[in-house]
């Protein structure tokens, strides 16, 4: 087994005690968008590296730094550096150093690591280190022609359907191993924790159960192609503002039930603290939980310059990214420096043979030493030698473009206004609607809201091979059937709008919301939303439009929720839809929906409020303390855990969507026990006692309407009162597709882990005494039918 899969999810691991948070020399002190403190800890000075990032270095008189790569090997053992060597982390004496073994491997597994094991007593003290450092960017996958630009993981959440994400998982291996790459910097896995904050598209959406199971299949997709797949950002990463010097503040069950996490080839740690330690030098995270308590076999790669000692090696770090301590510094805390700290006796070597084994293993498992592609693109220059444009696109527009369908949410439909069907005349109104005027990759890394979003912005990006903007396809789809198609693509010229829309059988409007990375600035967001509506005014442009068309229908691009209220109740406004981020295929996608070529099926991965203040968490903005502490207070309170347990009702709540059809639920049965010991001490998480499949839930589902599509029942558990949780939690789903008149059974399994919490005195997994509620329907609050289980 590559991934070890349980109960479709994993918890993430945390801190029982809170340690003090040190102000680290290295830390942001200006660039773009910078609102934080621009002082440095004595000895460091502020340096400015780009037009993004100023950072606290050590100042010229107190650096001996000599050496002059960054990269993966060469230099002599004794060539070091203060600033890369002063620093272990508390790491002084060998004898002190937990190095975990692998636990419950699969055979596979255990066969890639006798050939590690093998490999690696046969190299050098430097050609092991060598291993753990890795050169960032120069060979980046980012900015490379003829490859494919997939829907946003946060799409993916919204199909509910395990089998479209398996299959973008597939296509994207497939892409990253034609190009010759051998780790995938993804799938991202952190929760919608604050509705804005900017990199929410790149996960899975507010709910842990689904994100570890989106989390789940694209890792095994990607890892079907022999790629590794990496599983970020390990752990609470979950704001750009102040991401490399802010500590998130977590109490103990919190992080073991909402943090989900799945055991892919590698962990990513984040850049910041956890309870005031950086993650990557966390031997609780690291060594205690990930490495110990889970029995992962992989590897863990620091985030970009999230490597703050040595030192973090003894902590359960195996590779630093992207080697040196800061672009282009020339200076790393691996490579010399931890040879040096071998020689020193503060790293052991015992634990430089475990990370190096742990690197080559996963290398052999995926079967990358043998008849692997080479390195075929130069992402920094596409004419240079060595980039042989390799096409790897094959024919993964298709799956795009289905993902593109089953990942539109269909808000509203009053009056029958959708499918549309023939309309004499058409009206196109917003920039969203058609291409950028600077083209598809007209800003690095996806950094403007021009035109058609179909993708945010940051590292997680890439370039678009075409992009089908919604105007084109619904020209080309509406001209077939002799509709005549006007348009207005100014989101600001409001008269035009008008004028347009005036008179139209029909009038789409399209409104867009972005955010991403932080190290690009859009339109004055640092990567995070500055708030939750729509931009460019998109809220008046649907007002004026609605004002004089009675069918106005609203298209959203965003990267999550938006504040609908200004609008949403408008009779004109008679349907609304969420499109997403849908990739290259973004308007074929949306108009095989409004024309019912395909029939509605995506579901809200998160809620969409009334008010922003109805969220349980926010992005912190601005703070004059060098480590900003972010304060987890809403617990397990997280989306529509949150709305359910204060009575808040939702504009939409979590799962909703509506169809062309109507399905039936009946039948409802329910059989099994959770009764038996659930291990505990080391590895308890993952032993089988937890994840084997113990209950069964079964209903018959029906297709009561005249139009085929697929349904998604969802299925969620109510814990006793004593259990100090939620009120509900999602813990099944499923997507079926049913004929008119059609009806099944449908079988959902749970596991012990299904009821089980987290005892934080106990430290161990435990089912609490009572009664459990088992609901089926749906969305959250669209429960058609209801039974329970005695715990």
């Not at 207005?488 to 035009?496: E, Y």
């Not at 009779?571 to 997403?580: C, D, F």
């Not at 009821?755 to 430290?763: K, L, S, T």
Request: hydrophobic residues 40%; aromatic residues 8%; charged residues 15%.
């Amino acid at each position: 087994m590559v991934l070890l899969r349980l109960a479709g999810v994993l918890a993430f691991s945390s801190l029982v005690t809170l340690v003090v948070a040190q102000q680290p020399i290295y830390q942001q002190c200006g660039g773009i968008g910078w609102t934080g403190s621009t002082a440095c800890v004595s000895g460091s000075s502020c340096v400015v590296l780009n037009d993004y990032y100023s950072q606290c270095l050590p100042s010229p008189a107190s650096s001996s730094a000599t050496s002059t790569a960054a990269s993966t090997t060469s230099t002599a053992a004794s060539t070091t550096s203060t600033a890369a060597s002063t620093s272990t982390s508390g790491a002084t004496s060998t004898s002190s150093v937990s190095i975990p073994k692998a636990t419950n491997m699969s055979p596979e597994w255990q066969a890639a690591y006798k050939k590690a094991e093998a490999s690696v007593a046969k190299l050098s003290l430097q050609e092991k280190v060598d291993l753990a450092t890795g050169v960032g960017w120069m060979d980046g996958v980012r900015d490379v022609d003829n490859v494919s630009a997939f829907p946003a993981a946060i799409n993916a959440a919204a199909t509910f359907n395990r089998t479209l994400i398996r299959q973008r998982g597939v296509a994207m291996g497939q892409e990253f191993r034609g190009k010759g790459v051998h780790v995938a910097l993804g799938p991202m896995m952190n929760t919608m924790r604050a509705p804005a904050a900017g990199r929410n598209w790149e996960g899975f959406g507010g709910d842990p159960f689904l994100s570890g199971e989106g989390a789940y299949e694209t890792v095994m997709g990607v890892q079907s192609a022999g790629v590794q797949a990496t599983a970020k950002h390990y752990i609470n990463n979950e704001q750009e503002h102040f991401r490399d010097t802010s500590s998130s503040d977590v109490d103990d069950r919190s992080k073991w039930v909402t943090l989900t996490v799945t055991l892919a080839m590698n962990k990513y740690p984040d850049a910041s603290s956890v309870n005031g330690s950086f993650a990557c030098e966390n031997d609780k995270t690291l060594n205690g939980i990930l490495k110990t308590e889970f029995g992962f076999p992989g590897y863990v790669m620091s985030d970009w310059q999230a490597t703050h000692s040595t030192g973090s090696i003894n902590q359960g770090l195996d590779m630093t990214m992207p080697g040196d301590t800061f672009f282009g510094s020339g200076v790393s805390y691996f490579g010399p420096a931890l040879i040096s700290a071998v020689n020193q006796g503060t790293v052991p070597e015992a634990r430089i043979d475990d990370m190096a084994t742990r690197i080559l293993a996963a290398w052999y498992l995926l079967g990358q030493d043998s008849g692997y592609p080479n390195v075929n693109f130069n992402a920094w220059n596409n004419n240079a030698a060595g980039n042989s444009h390799v096409d790897v696109q094959s024919d993964h527009k298709n799956v795009i473009r289905a993902i593109g369908q089953a990942s539109t949410v269909l808000l509203k439909n009053s009056q029958g206004a959708l499918p549309l069907s023939t309309p004499r005349t058409l009206a196109v109104i917003g920039s969203g609607a058609r291409n950028s005027t600077l083209g598809p990759n007209g800003y690095s890394d996806r950094g403007g809201d021009d035109g058609v979003l179909a993708m945010g912005w940051g590292s997680g990006t890439a370039n678009f091979p075409y992009l089908v903007a919604p105007l084109d396809a619904l020209t080309a789809k509406a001209s077939a059937a002799g509709t005549k198609v006007s348009s207005s693509t100014s989101d600001t010229d409001l008269n035009a709008a008008a004028n347009a829309a005036a008179g139209k059988d029909v009038a789409i409007v399209f409104i867009t919301a972005d955010s991403g990375e932080g190290y690009i600035t859009v339109e004055g967001n640092f990567g995070d939303r500055n708030d939750l509506l729509a931009w460019h005014g998109g809220d008046a442009l649907v007002e004026q439009v609605a004002s004089v068309n009675p069918n106005t229908i609203v298209a959203v691009n965003s990267v999550g929720p938006i504040i609908m209220e200004n609008w949403i109740d408008n009779e004109n406004v008679t349907a609304v839809l969420w499109s997403g981020l849908p990739g290259q295929e973004a308007g074929n996608a949306v108009t095989d929906v409004l024309y019912g070529v395909y029939n509605p099926s995506g579901r809200l991965p998160y809620t969409i409020a009334h008010n922003a203040s109805d969220y349980s968490a926010a992005v912190i903005y601005s703070s004059s303390s060098s480590i900003l502490d972010i304060p987890y207070n809403e617990g397990l309170f997280v989306d529509y855990r949150h709305f359910d347990a204060q009575g808040i009702k939702p504009r939409f709540e979590f799962g909703f969507g509506l169809s062309y059809t109507t399905f039936e639920y009946s039948d409802l049965s329910i059989s099994g026990s959770t009764a038996g010991d659930i291990a505990s001490g080391p590895g308890s998480s993952i032993d089988p006692s937890l994840h084997e499949s113990v209950v069964q839930v079964g209903f018959t589902l029906k297709n009561v309407g005249s139009v085929a599509g697929h349904e998604i029942p969802q299925l969620y558990i109510s814990l006793p009162s004593s259990a100090n949780s939620p009120p509900q939690g999602l813990k099944g789903f499923d997507n079926v597709y049913l004929e008119p008149g059609e009806s099944t059974t449908v079988t959902m399994e749970l596991s012990r882990y299904s009821f089980a919490i987290w005892d934080v005195i106990a430290q161990r997994w435990s089912i609490p005494s009572g009664t459990s509620k088992i609901s089926v329907g749906g969305s959250s609050r669209d429960i058609r039918l209801t039974g329970t289980l005695a715990l």
